[in-house]
């Protein structure tokens, strides 16, 4: 089994990605820096390294392209470059990472470590900038070093000797069609090599005058094409799970969603769960929810609320509540209406489609004296202002409005009605 990264990467890669630990990740993220801004001065590439204005279209001599290739096939001298591809995907959202992570996003910065990575031929790095749109600029594409044909190669290399990481990058490349520009994918796609006889007797079981054209041509039609990608990637995602890297599993389960395979998008997100996935542990609750089994889908929204996952927050708040009128789920679980405004309160915090809901939903228990709580104005105001901040509740304006003029719960000024 081969390892993509330097040991020290290796660490930072399970500290972030695979550790739900958001003090972990942390931790993670500030080596991450303290590599780049320790080595970055010392290593940083200089002109005559990069592509330059004398050659053809950005095009590299066969000897220099050799030597960049060979440098990026050692582990040590990719790190710098490596390290700088792990940043650009910290920095570059939640759907890159894990929302419960705590990292900022920052565009700017995003875009900075993807073309440092680039530069420094990074496999990983320039395969990742077909993920982000408006990465490769022609300025990064006139330095690239590294081709996309060349980067597919040494990460494929480590994904058939079991590197998790490789195996989810990989199929990604066939989860998004970037066959398109990658030669080296398409050809894994592509027929068997065949007589014209073959192809003719072939092209007689097709079913449509484009497929028959292709074959004829010794081609695969898009169509085929996109069955034997998804197919691709169905193996190296499930292969990487099979590693234990259930972070970016998401794409599994929606092939398996995509295709009708219910069955097995449930055990994809059971294992992620299992793995420690807060989101995988909100589908696999609702899952559980669905299916009436309310016991294991409070586990499950019990777990993702302890790892701060927003719709497990608010799931699990409407379990106290007893807002499910299911008999089962109500002798099931316990009401504890107090226990639920709190989890309500946290979910409010959160950004998520139902954020507001929640915020709403803790305000009218305080306004009602559920579980003898407080009629507490101020608190009952702020409530409702976070929820008129909401996109999807702005029919809360009028009742923040409403306590502005009469001045209950906040300071009465009319002039802030019309900016609430």
């Known amino acids: 089994m081969a390892q993509y990264f330097t040991d020290r990467l290796q660490r930072v890669f399970h500290l972030i990605f695979m550790s739900y630990d958001p003090q972990s990740a942390q931790e993670g993220l500030r080596i991450l820096e303290s590599i780049v801004n320790n080595q970055s001065n010392v290593t940083k590439p200089i002109q005559h390294e990069l592509r330059n204005t004398a050659t053809s279209q950005g095009s590299t001599d066969e000897s220099d392209a050799d030597k960049v290739y060979q440098k990026a096939l050692s582990p040590e001298e990719r790190e710098l470059g490596d390290a700088y591809a792990l940043l650009a995907r910290v920095y570059a959202g939640p759907r890159f990472t894990w929302a419960e992570s705590g990292f900022p996003e920052d565009n700017m910065r995003t875009y900075q470590c993807l073309h440092d990575s680039i530069r420094r031929h990074s496999p990983i790095g320039t395969l990742q900038a077909l993920r982000i749109a408006g990465s490769i600029t022609p300025t990064v594409r006139r330095d690239m070093q590294l081709s996309f044909d060349d980067a597919f190669r040494i990460i494929y290399d480590y994904a058939k000797q079991d590197d998790a990481y490789c195996q989810y990058i990989i199929g990604n490349v066939f989860f998004w069609g970037d066959y398109h520009v990658i030669n080296e994918a398409k050809q894994l796609l592509g027929p068997e090599k065949a007589s014209f006889s073959q192809r003719l007797h072939q092209a007689t079981r097709s079913k ?45 389960r929606n092939i398996y969603i995509d295709e009708g395979d ?24 609702l899952d559980h929810h669905e299916r009436g089994e309310f016991t294991e889908a ?3 929204f019990t777990k993702g609320a302890d ?14 509540y007893h807002f499910y009128e299911q008999p089962a789920l109500r002798a099931a679980i316990p009401y504890d209406p ?83």
């Open 208 to 252: 449509s005058l484009r497929e028959v054209i292709a074959t004829l041509r010794g081609m695969v039609d898009e169509e085929t094409l996109q069955a034997k990608s998804r197919d691709h990637a169905k193996y190296w995602f499930t292969k990487a799970l099979d590693q234990e890297l259930a972070m970016f599993q998401g794409n599994l």
């Open 262 to 285: 219910y069955d097995n998008a449930r055990l994809v997100a059971r294992r992620a769960a299992e793995l420690g996935n807060p989101t995988m542990m909100l589908y696999t609750g």
């Open 298 to 300: 409070f586990t499950w």
């Open 307 to 320: 790892l701060g996952q927003p719709e497990c927050i608010a799931e699990l708040a409407d379990y106290y």
């Open 338 to 420: 107090i226990k639920a405004t709190e989890l309500y309160q946290q979910a409010a915090t959160k950004d998520f489609n139902d954020a507001g809901y929640a915020a709403l939903q803790a305000a009218f228990n305080y306004i009602f004296h559920i579980g003898g709580l407080p009629l507490d104005w101020g608190l009952i105001a702020d409530l409702t202002h976070m929820a008129a901040t909401k996109d999807r509740f702005l029919f809360s304006l009028p009742y923040i409005s409403y306590m502005r003029i009469h001045g209950i719960g906040v300071t009465k000024n009319i002039r802030l009605l019309f900016n609430p």
